[in-house]
């Protein structure tokens, strides 16, 4: 099956810093979803963006549908220890019934 | 609420043995999906339930078999193991199946030998 291409794969960044991803679709999705992983857990809702252009925040997290409907960007503000994890990416696109599509995952390491 | 439970959370299998995975959900949910995760991918579905009483191959079905025993309860079924089953299986839920909101479970860690 058809993946969403999510990068970067992983980044290595300080306490403080903000971090930026992204995940591109060659089809038109009506969907956008963001989840975190922990070790040893499973997906953790972030975001849930349904409109093109949507821009929406969840405490220090911000994610944008974008224009094109292609795709989908993750911003984290001034990153906390906490922040660690895999985020991934999941779009569904219309006439898919439900299914959704997930990208492989971003892992995100904070060190102090 | 518990949200979406699952059992076991460590399973070791011998090639050719059987085992059902079990998941139940409190939130009144419709949807119920199986995945697995395995190194460096994104999660693929194995199989779904759409409503109570529906149940629909998701990307890689082969091997697995799945049961939606009521509303709360989708079970998924590997009748005989195999090393490329080794993976971790989590199953979701959702209002319903066009709404795409998923909730996962905190999965079940198989190793087949």
């Known amino acids: 099956g058809q993946q969403l291409n999510q990068s970067p794969q992983s980044m290595f960044i300080q306490e403080g810093e903000d971090v930026s991803m992204n995940c591109t679709s060659s089809?038109?999705?009506?969907?956008w979803l963001w989840y975190k992983q922990e070790p040893g857990e499973g997906p953790v809702l972030l975001i849930a963006?349904?409109?093109?252009?949507e821009l929406t925040s969840n405490g220090r997290l911000t994610a944008q549908f974008g224009i094109t409907r292609k795709d989908s960007f993750l911003n984290i503000s001034a990153s906390i220890p906490s922040d660690v994890g895999i985020y991934f990416c999941a779009g569904h696109s219309a006439g898919s019934w439900g299914k959704l599509q997930f990208g492989a995952g971003t892992q995100v390491v904070v060190t102090p | 609420n518990a949200g979406v439970t699952q059992t076991p959370k460590f399973q070791v299998l011998k090639t050719g043995q059987s085992m059902t995975l079990q998941c139940a959900q409190d939130m009144n949910h419709n949807s119920m999906y199986w995945y697995r995760q395995d190194p460096g991918m994104g999660l693929r579905l194995i199989y779904y339930s759409a409503s109570e009483g529906t149940t629909d191959k998701g990307e890689v079905p082969n091997g697995y078999n799945v049961s939606r025993l009521n509303k709360r309860e989708f079970s998924l079924r590997l009748e005989s193991a195999a090393p490329s089953q080794t993976s971790v299986y989590f199953c979701?839920?959702?209002?319903?199946?066009?709404?795409?909101?998923?909730?996962f479970g905190p999965g079940t860690r198989l190793t087949v030998l």
């Open positions: 089809s038109i999705f009506n969907t």
């Open positions: 979701a839920s959702s209002e319903r199946w066009s709404y795409n909101e998923q909730f």
């Open positions: 963006l349904y409109k093109a252009g």
